[in-house]
């Protein structure tokens, strides 16, 4: 099981709730600064692969929505810090 597909269960206590969702959100800005790290380098070089930034591009995309939706979990579950 990859570190981003936790289980779903019902019973789950509120702080391990909040433990889980911020370890995700940890997972999440990594990728997002990982990815955005690598368009850069890619786009720097002259054998530039269009097609395969375009696809690094969505997935950093998909990822930041992931973020908002994962930050919206902490704020739901009153994070006080999800949002500064």
Same mark, same amino acid.
């Given at each position: 099981?990859? !570190?981003?597909? *936790?289980? +779903? %269960? !019902?019973?789950? !206590?509120?702080? +391990? /709730? =909040? ?5 995700? $959100? &940890?997972? @999440?800005?990594?990728? $997002? $600064? =990982? @990815? ?6 890619? /786009? ?6 269009? *097609? #395969? &930034? +375009?696809? *690094? ?12 939706? &994962?930050?919206?979990? #902490?704020? &739901? %579950?009153?994070? !006080?810090?999800?949002?500064?």
């Amino acid at each position: 099981m990859r !570190s981003f597909d *936790l289980p +779903a %269960t !019902s019973g789950q !206590s509120q702080p +391990a /709730s =909040d433990t889980a969702l911020r370890m995700r $959100h &940890v997972d @999440l800005i990594e990728q $997002h $600064h =990982d @990815l955005d790290y690598m368009i850069s380098a890619l /786009s720097c070089s002259a054998a530039c692969d269009e *097609l #395969l &930034v +375009a696809r *690094l591009k969505k997935r950093k995309l998909r990822i930041k929505d992931e973020i908002i939706r &994962v930050e919206r979990g #902490l704020h &739901v %579950t009153g994070d !006080s810090t999800a949002y500064p």
